[in-house]
Structures are given as structure tokens and as C-alpha cells.
């Protein structure tokens, strides 16, 4: 770094991570200041060259933890990439929303390498940009599994070139049943590759991926996920029934100091529902659920992030790689259907060093699930009631939540329907 470099001042935090100069430039341009835990953490372990399992919240900052040291290997290699030979990165994400999410974080941190090309492949839209993206020059490459796997087996795409090999939420992708793809694509890339996996848990499943593709990972593990969460103010309405929620819905909304609000349903039946009765009611919203297509669902996205909408009504699909700072409420119309997921959702608020609210208003029948969320997060949810809205039953046996359970698999996961299907979700529509 130069004394003439201004867009640098106020990032020297990074610079001290060892990064290049460009990426330190990239993130000062981006506004932050500092580096975030995960980011001190992880990326001067990362330009070391060792395999790194971090456990990290959505939120916390991790996509820069990764991006920036595989961005900066490129850089100091000095390696340009060649026509059909495939990426140098390859970052795996369980959706397609958090791929597009990366992408455009690639892209950010990427701005000053005019050479760097990004592509992303993922399910749920067509195969023709996607197919010449991969054949052209490409040096990272951010995708949903079962897409790549696709273009993999078909021979449409090379993975002998890659260096760096990030799994992004790799709890998220076993939990939707990747497994297989990832080992996949896993063994299609060089055994050399470094290897970066980030994770809520680092515990079960997600170990042994990690013994089974890494090569003697590092771990760094940061606070738990209920210290994380603590600038987001939480609260639980007890709801009668549907009309009654309606009804709450509409007071809530009204507050003025909204600026942005996810409504989350946990049906995609609901999400229609609510969203037109919203929009009778006179909101700027819209639904966003995994039935619509693809496009629409950027658009909608996109309207988000513009501040068109005020509220996006959505089932869990959207839980995950929503990056919208303005989101100041989240509230959840229907539970989600594993306690883990209630944590990513309320983590759609309190973005980049902000403060957020989420309300959760559930049915007393409701209340063994409330419990596991508590035991799941270690923390209970104050019950609050808003005035001529309350509630007329009142919710039974309110056991105290137990000790923290870490490792998620069994004990945090309610029983019931995944959005589109029985059982657990699968990677059905994400090719
Ligand atoms: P992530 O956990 O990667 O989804 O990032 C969460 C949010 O934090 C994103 O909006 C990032 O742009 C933002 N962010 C990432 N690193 C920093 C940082 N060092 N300072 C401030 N904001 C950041």
C-alpha cells in the first residue's frame, strides 16, 4: 500500500490481513472499516494455504472471509484464465439465491481486477448462458451442486484447474441431501486444492465431510449463535388462530418504523395468500416462494433491494442469502420447520452492523416448537401482546428450555412438510 492511496484510508484493517492492496482498495470502496471476527480470523489462515473449517453465522460477515484470500491468490499468481479449462475457485452453496448472492459479493470485492471472470450455475433456469459462461475464460465459479453436477457428468465443464474449493454453508447443503454431489464434484478437482468450508456447526455430518475432503483442516469457531444474534431484538405473539394472526399481521405492519419487513409463511400457499391480501390492504409487496420461477424471483428480489417493496412475503427458500440491509423486520406468520432455519431467518435483519426486530407469532398449539427454537438458541423468546389484540387461550406448560443441544442433527428439527414435498428436502428443483 502507498501513502497515495486515499480509497485505502480506513481500511488498514485489512491490509494488515496481508490482503492485496486491490482487495483492500475494493473493501474500503465497500465502506467497511474493519474486519469482522470470522474475517480476522480466517483470512490470514487462508493466505496461508491450509484447509479451514469456520463456524460462522449468515451475517457475520463470511462470504468476504472466504472471497477475499481466494480472490488474493489469484492476484499474486498472477495466472490468467484460459478458454475451457474451467475456474481456479469454485465456491458450492445449498441455493440458488445465496450463489447469486456470492456472485455479486465476487464481484464487489473482485472490482478493481478488470481481468477476473465470474460465473454462476445454478438450477432453475436455462442451460445456454450458463454453458458458455463455463467455456469461456473463468476464474471463479459459484454454484448449487446438483447444476454443476449436471454439467460435470454431461462433460461440459473442467474442474482439473481448481485451487481453492469452498463449501459455503456446508451443514445447509448436507441437510438438503448434497452429500453425494459434493463428494462428486469434490473428487472431479485436484487433490492439491485448498479446501475452505464454512458452517453453522462444525460437529456430525459436516465432520465427517470435512475428514472425508480435507486435508488436516484448521478450525476456527466463533462465538455461539445466540451471542451473535444478540442485536436483534426478538418477541413472540400467542395467536388464537389464522384470523387472529391476520389481524396482528396488519398491526405490526403498520408500525412506521418498518423500513423493510419479511413476513415469512410456512407454506407456499400462505405466502400467496398473504401477500394479496397485503396488497388489497394497500403494501408495496410481493410474494417469494421455490414455485416461481426464477426470474421472478430475481425481479423480486431485485424490487427488494431497490426499496420497491416494503414487505416480501416468503417461505425458507428465502431464508438463506438475503443480503438487504434495510430489512429492519422480520416477522414470522408460520414457524419454520426446523429450529435452525427460525435462526437464519431472524438473521435477514441486523445486517451489516445494524440492529433489527423479529417478531414470531404462533399458535398455542405451537408451543412444543417454540420450545425447541428456545433449546436450539438457548434463549427465551419474551412473549409480548399488543392491545385489543390478545390473545383469548393461553398457551399450556411453558417448560423452561434446556441446556444448549450443539450439532443439530435430530433434536432441533420439527416434524412436518418441507416447502414442495414430503420429507426432507431434497435437491429437487435446484438442478
Ligand atoms: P455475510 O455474512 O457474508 O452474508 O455478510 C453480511 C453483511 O456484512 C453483508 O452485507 C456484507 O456486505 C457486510 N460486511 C461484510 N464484511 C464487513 C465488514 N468488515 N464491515 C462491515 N460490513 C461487512
Request: charged fraction near 25%.
Amino acid at each position: 500500500m502507498t501513502d497515495s492511496a486515499p480509497a485505502i484510508a480506513g481500511a488498514e484493517g485489512f491490509a494488515a490481513l496481508g490482503l492485496h492492496d486491490s482487495l483492500v482498495q475494493a473493501v474500503a470502496v465497500s465502506g467497511y472499516t474493519e474486519p469482522t471476527p470470522v474475517q480476522s480470523a480466517a483470512i490470514p489462515k487462508a493466505i496461508a494455504g491450509t484447509d479451514l473449517m469456520v463456524s460462522s453465522a449468515t451475517g457475520s460477515g463470511k462470504t468476504a472471509a472466504f472471497l477475499l484470500p481466494s480472490l488474493h491468490r489469484l492476484v499474486t499468481r498472477d495466472v490468467r484464465a484460459v478458454a475451457g479449462a474451467g475456474p481456479s475457485i469454485l465456491v458450492l452453496t445449498p441455493t440458488r439465491e445465496l450463489s447469486l448472492q456470492v456472485t455479486r459479493a465476487c464481484e464487489t470485492y473482485g472490482r478493481s481486477l478488470r481481468w477476473l471472470r465470474t460465473a454462476s450455475v445454478v438450477g432453475g433456469v436455462p442451460y445456454g448462458a450458463q454453458l458458455r459462461a463455463v467455456r469461456a475464460p473463468l476464474d471463479v465459479l459459484i454454484a448449487t451442486p446438483g447444476r454443476l453436477l449436471d454439467l460435470l457428468n454431461g462433460g461440459r465443464l473442467s474442474l482439473s484447474r481448481v485451487e481453492v474449493l469452498v463449501l459455503d454453508e456446508a451443514d445447509r447443503m448436507l441437510d438438503m441431501g448434497f452429500i453425494e454431489d459434493i463428494e462428486a464434484i469434490a473428487a472431479a478437482t485436484p487433490k492439491t486444492r485448498q479446501t475452505l468450508l464454512f458452517s453453522a456447526t462444525l460437529d456430525g455430518t459436516v465432520a465427517k465431510l470435512a475428514a472425508n475432503l480435507m486435508n488436516e483442516p484448521q478450525r476456527v469457531e466463533l462465538e455461539s449463535s445466540r451471542e451473535r444474534q444478540d442485536h436483534i431484538t426478538q418477541r413472540l405473539h400467542w395467536a388464537d388462530g389464522r384470523s387472529h394472526k391476520d389481524r396482528l399481521l396488519d398491526r405490526l405492519l403498520a408500525d412506521p418504523t418498518i423500513d423493510q419487513a419479511i413476513v415469512f409463511t410456512a407454506t407456499q400457499r400462505d405466502a400467496e395468500r398473504v401477500a394479496e391480501q397485503l396488497e388489497a390492504d394497500g403494501h408495496a409487496v410481493a410474494a417469494l416462494h421455490g414455485g416461481m420461477p426464477q426470474s421472478i424471483r430475481t425481479r423480486t428480489l431485485t424490487s427488494l433491494r431497490q426499496g420497491r417493496l416494503r414487505v416480501l412475503v416468503a417461505t425458507d427458500v428465502a431464508a438463506r442469502g438475503i443480503d438487504v440491509p434495510t430489512i429492519s423486520h422480520v416477522i414470522n406468520y408460520g414457524l419454520p420447520i426446523a429450529a435452525e432455519d427460525y435462526v437464519h431467518r431472524i438473521g435477514r435483519t441486523g445486517r451489516a452492523g445494524r440492529t433489527g426486530i423479529a417478531v414470531t407469532l404462533a399458535e398455542h398449539a405451537e408451543i412444543r416448537k417454540i420450545r425447541t427454537i428456545e433449546r436450539f438458541t438457548d434463549q427465551r423468546i419474551p412473549v409480548a401482546v399488543i392491545e385489543g389484540l390478545e390473545p383469548t387461550q393461553r398457551a399450556a406448560s411453558p417448560a423452561r428450555p434446556g441446556p444448549q443441544r450443539h450439532g443439530r442433527p435430530g433434536g432441533s428439527r420439527f416434524e412436518g412438510r418441507r416447502e414442495g414435498g414430503s420429507g426432507p428436502a431434497r435437491k429437487t428443483g435446484t438442478r
